[in-house]
């Protein structure tokens, strides 16, 4: 199947730092997706790349879809506390009968206040 | 509000018992999909289901099973032949099904799963 190769695994940063991580492919994808994972409970939405070069920002978080179409990242800035979580990437290729999402394996981000 | 709804939060179940997990929705999805999550290994696809009456395995189904007689729910069942069930099951639904383009899922906040 589809390989997500994201990294970095966990990262441990201190409040205020800002953070990068990304994901990456062999495979060419139509549709970039971002979650994050609160410690027990369910992965929530947060960016949805949809063209390749696509620059999108949410509050404090910022992703890119890679020119390559091959990779995304996803940037924190001014990281706080409540940021701490699982962020996972996710693709798939959009339209026709393609209807499951293939995920990374997730970044662990700790922040320390 | 939509959403969407597992539960129970918290099961233990002994070993050699069958044990079911309830997801429902109310967004009206056509497709549901059901994931495990272990520590480091990301999200893995149980089943899922494009529409009613109609499911397909995932990558790891055995010792799985489903069934989807309403569009609203999309109940898991964790049978005896799963050799390592204590995981996070999480449920998801999305509004593309067949022949209908996905624009990404809503998860529910999972189930943990204990077998004592």
């Known amino acids: 199947g589809q390989q997500l190769n994201q990294s970095p695994q966990s990262m441990f940063i201190q409040e205020g730092e800002d953070v990068s991580m990304n994901c990456t492919s062999s495979s060419i994808f139509n549709t970039w997706l971002w979650y994050k994972q609160d410690p027990g409970e369910g992965p929530v939405l947060l960016i949805a790349?949809?063209?390749?070069?696509e620059l999108t920002s949410n509050g404090r978080l910022t992703a890119q879809f890679g020119i390559t179409r091959k990779d995304s990242f996803l940037n924190i800035s001014a990281s706080i506390p409540s940021d701490v979580g699982i962020y996972f990437c996710?693709?798939?290729?959009?339209?026709?009968?393609?209807?499951?999402?293939?995920f990374g394996k997730g970044t662990l981000l700790t922040v320390n206040p | 509000d939509g959403g969407i709804t597992q539960s129970p939060k918290y099961l233990f179940r002994k070993e050699g018992q069958n044990v079911t997990l309830s997801c429902e929705q109310n967004?009206?999805?056509?497709?549901m999909y059901w994931y495990r999550q272990d520590p480091g290994q990301g999200l893995r696809l149980i089943y899922y289901?494009?529409?009613?009456?109609?499911?397909q395995k995932g990558d790891i189904a055995e010792g799985y099973s489903v069934s989807r007689e309403k569009k609203e729910s999309f109940p898991l069942t964790v049978t005896s032949a799963q050799k390592n069930p204590t995981a996070f099951y999480l449920c998801?639904?999305?509004?593309?099904?067949?022949?209908?383009?996905?624009?990404?899922?809503?998860f529910g906040s999972g189930t943990r799963l204990t077998v004592v």
């Open positions: 996710a693709t798939m290729n959009s339209g026709g009968s393609n209807y499951k999402l293939t």
């Open positions: 998801a639904s999305s509004i593309g099904g067949r022949g209908r383009e996905v624009r990404g899922y809503t």
């Open positions: 967004l009206n999805h056509d497709a």
């Open positions: 289901s494009q529409i009613v009456n109609d499911f």
């Open positions: 790349l949809y063209k390749a070069g």
